[in-house]
């Protein structure tokens, strides 16, 4: 089959809003693309509306004048409208929007692979979505420890440490979770698209506790900002916190440290310790709930279980929290360090599998290149019955070794 042939059956409407997309994205306007192509502007509008079919020599110079492959624009696809992320609330410089914005491109790609996975394998992601919850004119402590308790309650979780907190959000939730690396000022993207459902970017060069805290503050937004995206920095980087951020932050705390659980350890421990609270039971309790030191002695200081201030004398004292947790036997808390999630690495694997997906698709997918995608394909070919319980523990990176 030709070129022609391909462009033939493929819905003008549709690649005209794939190359509209492509062009904006890589900043070009209409009149520079129709330059491309040798038209006029009126000629790429009518393109890009889908009222004119796009000639085989056409696509590829302006697949090559976007940066693209023409593969990109003629395999079957799902149409996701672009991501739109205001930059008003973070006072960003150019510099730094040019920092996140490939970030916030390389979400959206990811996403739209993920829902062109589901469609391969008509597997559409479950979604056990909660109906939002109304947090206006509340005041903010109370909002966000009633609306953690009411997750927690519906996630079945108790009032117990969230030892697995990415895949619950991803399996339990239905939210589509990618840890990315970001610049370091940044925590997590957060964005809600009708079509894609929940999606968050978690910074991938962040500590586990510091992505788990971004994981907790992204899903109150879910929670409680649905419909607005939200691009998150560090704390110290806020010269005004906005009544969102100190919502999302209120519910990180008591939904990783609920009140009820917490003190009942507390106790527990200064129970056994004869009156005592030692800062050997403060690193274990932080690990047990897999959060920051930091967080949890505010916490505890919130709580009047700690004097205040507890965390600045300590500081002030030259506490090294790695090198302690190293003295006590305390590993760092493991992390899923791979990019995608879990049900999206299964759906590539078993369209591969099957041979839905060419090699080059499935490398693109998993987002390594060909020679380790076809090491991965190896690896599987080893177990007959395809996705086995043993196939499904594979790390992907070590392959890389």
């Known amino acids: 089959m030709t070129a022609n042939n391909v462009l033939d059956n493929i819905d003008p409407r549709k690649l005209g809003e794939l190359l509209q997309q492509a062009r904006e994205k890589c900043g070009m306007t209409q009149a520079d693309a129709a330059k491309v192509i040798d038209a006029a502007r009126t000629t790429m509008v009518a393109i890009e509306k889908g009222r004119r079919r796009l000639k085989a020599t056409e696509l590829i110079k302006l697949a090559r004048a976007y940066g693209r492959s023409v593969s990109d624009f003629v395999r079957p696809r799902p149409v996701v409208q672009p991501f739109e992320v205001q930059f008003r609330r973070l006072q960003s410089s150019q510099a730094e929007e040019a920092q996140i914005t490939p970030v916030i491109q390389r979400l959206e790609e990811l996403c739209r692979n993920y829902l062109e996975l589901e469609e391969i394998m008509q597997a559409p992601l479950p979604r056990n979505y909660p109906q939002d919850y109304e947090v206006k004119n509340m005041p903010i402590e109370p909002a966000a420890e009633s609306i953690a308790i009411a997750e927690r ?7 117990g440490p969230i030892p697995l907190l ?95 659980g917490l003190l009942k350890r507390y ?10 609270f030692t800062p050997t039971n403060l690193f274990t309790l932080a690990h047990y709930y897999g959060v920051s030191v930091q967080a949890l002695v505010y916490r505890l200081e919130e ?14 004292r030259g506490l090294k929290v790695r090198k302690v947790q190293q003295e006590l036997g305390l590993e760092e808390i493991p992390k899923r360090i791979d990019m995608a999630p879990i049900h999206y690495q299964h759906l590539a694997i078993e369209a591969f599998d099957q041979a839905l ?35 499904t523990d594979i790390d992907l990176r070590q392959l890389q070794e």
């Not at 709580?303 to 002030?316: C, F, I, V």
Request: hydrophobic share 35%; glycine share 6%; net charge negative.
């Open 153 to 159: 309650q519906r996630l079945g979780l108790g009032d």
């Open 166 to 260: 990415r895949d619950i959000f991803e399996q339990g939730v239905g939210l589509r979770i990618f840890y990315l690396k970001m610049p370091a000022k940044y925590s997590e993207i957060y964005i809600y698209n009708e079509q894609l459902g929940g999606c968050m970017a978690i910074n991938a060069n962040h500590p586990e506790e510091r992505c788990r805290w971004s994981l907790a503050h992204g899903y109150l937004h879910f929670l409680a900002h649905r419909y607005k995206a939200v691009i998150d920095l560090e704390i110290s980087q806020y010269k005004r916190m906005p009544e969102s951020e100190q919502l999302a932050e209120a519910f990180a705390k008591y939904f990783l440290m609920p009140t009820s």
């Open 267 to 276: 106790n527990d421990v200064y129970s056994v310790q004869q009156g005592k």
């Open 303 to 316: 709580m009047e279980l700690l004097p205040s201030g507890t965390w600045e004398r300590l500081r002030d």
């Open 357 to 391: 997906i060419t090699e080059g698709r499935f490398a693109d997918f998993l987002d390594v290149d060909r020679l380790l995608a076809r090491r991965i394909a190896e690896k599987l070919r080893e177990y007959s019955s395809g996705m086995t319980e043993e196939t």
